[in-house]
């Protein structure tokens, strides 16, 4: 049980951390959107970084161009299908 929630903790704390990267993703790629819609300079802090971003900015669509949570991660697909029960009669299945 122990290395179970250790696993778990790992789990959790590598998920925060992609969710996190992905979030400053989300936030450079709509700086330099908004700049563009604006018609202005992508801001300076983001100069070296923007053909890597306006290439992001090419390939996303309306569900990658914003991050998703790492909780949502789970039941992502619960509203287009029902999730699979297992019922068993035993106190120890096999």
């Known amino acids: 049980m122990l290395r179970k929630n250790i696993r778990l903790r790992k789990e959790y704390l590598y998920a925060k951390s992609q969710e996190q990267s992905e979030r400053n993703k989300q936030d450079k ?16 802090e983001l100069r070296k970084e923007l053909p890597e971003i306006k290439k992001d900015l090419a390939l996303a669509d309306d569900k990658t ?30």
């Open 29 to 44: 790629r709509l700086a330099v959107q908004k700049a563009e819609d604006n018609d202005r300079k992508a801001p300076n």
């Open 65 to 94: 161009i914003l991050a998703r949570s790492h909780v949502d991660d789970e039941y992502e697909d619960a509203k287009y299908r029902d999730p699979k029960l297992l019922l068993t009669t035993c106190r120890n299945p096999s």
